[in-house]
């Protein structure tokens, strides 16, 4: 039993800030039936034929609502066939979600829904190019709110910060209204960045710098401790354990089967990690064949060794020593103890079975990698897995 994501491509249009792959739906609607078609097939083969289950589930985007509540209902049935996952989650932007939906809740087809909330402030949410407002929001929240009474769905809301000119009050109030309006059990905070391929870095955006985020961060999630969220993961924060088990599926390299254009795979192979990439657009992947366009990359000792470390330190459970040994073939503290002894003490707990970050930490996470990503011997590549 494995995990499974399905990528929706589809976005009502594509926010300044956004590099995920999407489409406009509206000058690609003739697309969304052949699309939900290849996915119906290819998840077909699995269920029917493969006879697979799957523990989590996660439909993401774009904006997966878009693709219509008959044609989810379709795929999450489809799903649903073998059992019910323990969790199974949609992304959905606020502007989208309607009393529409609300037949996959009453079915439990969805148990878990995940809203791009980024700002309760309009005058953030244009600065950041996104085409809603807040109105828009507090309708969504509203309405996630009923949902969660209702049918028990978890909630989850996503908010961007460090936005140019954003204070600490200001995202104490985003938090504030949004808590007001609905009881949300799971809440990521991103900070915004300005990468390659988006809007905001066509048009030269400019951003906070690390100290402006570090003292905003370090105050924000001082609120989220008070309010009651524990800071599991160094974007994500949970009320009563209520993490999002799928993500933890990712954060540990579990097995996580992946459709749809755009979509990545994690799998296990004679021990070995392989990652499936589907490079397929949207329009090729509409009109090829099941299972076309799916790239297949198996990890070399070294780049294990690093995925190991990179998802690991990101949760505050850290990396298992045992369990590091076992999927790589190499003890930890062997090959580590030197580089964790010049780090700041601040920054990490360490205990016989694990090593972590503190906040203090993850603040500073990209730099802690690059030292340890340094001090891997490339002649590992040449090494024997120990099994």
Not at 7 to 20: E, G, K, L, N, Q
Request: a negative charge.
């Amino acid at each position: 039993m494995g995990s499974l994501y399905i990528h929706i491509p589809f976005c009502t249009s594509r926010c300044a800030y956004c590099t995920f792959y999407s489409e406009v739906y509206h000058e690609n609607a003739s697309l969304v039936e052949p699309y939900h078609k290849r996915l119906l097939a290819e998840l077909s083969v699995l269920v029917d034929e493969q006879e697979l289950s799957f523990d989590t589930v996660y439909i993401g985007g774009g904006n997966p609502g878009l693709l219509g509540v008959e044609r989810l209902v379709q795929l999450l049935k489809l799903i649903h066939t073998h059992g019910r996952p323990r969790e199974v989650t949609m992304e959905i932007n606020p502007e989208t979600l309607t009393e529409e939906f609300l037949p996959l809740f009453e079915d439990r087809l969805l148990t878990r829904l995940s809203i791009g909330i980024q700002s309760m402030d309009d005058r953030f949410l244009r600065r950041i190019g996104r085409n809603t407002a807040s109105s828009a929001n507090e309708r969504a929240l509203r309405l996630a709110e009923r949902i969660h009474d209702a049918y028990d769905v978890e909630l989850s809301v996503d908010l961007i910060v460090a936005i140019p000119g954003q204070t600490i009050s200001d995202l104490r109030r985003d938090l504030d209204r949004v808590l007001k309006l609905c009881a949300a059990d799971h809440i990521s905070l991103y900070c915004l960045t300005v990468e390659e391929g988006s809007r905001l870095f066509e048009q030269g955006g400019i951003f906070m710098s690390d100290d402006e985020q570090a003292s905003l961060l370090y105050e924000l999630w001082a609120y989220l401790k008070e309010l009651g969220y524990e800071h599991y993961e160094v974007s994500n924060f949970a009320r009563e354990g209520r993490y999002s088990q799928h993500n933890l599926i990712y954060w540990k390299l579990g097995t996580c089967l992946g459709l749809g254009s755009g979509a990545a795979s994690t799998t296990w192979e004679a021990g070995t990690l392989v990652h499936h990439l589907q490079e397929q657009d949207l329009r090729t992947y509409a009109r090829e064949e099941p299972f076309t366009g799916y790239e297949k990359e198996v990890l070399t000792t070294v780049e294990r060794i690093e995925e190991e470390l990179m998802v690991g330190l990101r949760t505050r459970r850290g990396i298992d020593k045992a369990s590091f040994l076992k999927r790589t073939g190499h003890d930890f503290s062997s090959l580590f103890d030197r580089v964790v002894a010049t780090l700041d003490s601040t920054w990490y707990d360490e205990a016989d079975q694990f090593f972590s970050l503190t906040e203090h930490g993850f603040m500073v996470l990209d730099a802690i990698l690059l030292r340890f990503f340094a001090s891997i011997p490339e002649a590992l590549d040449r090494s024997q897995w120990l099994w």
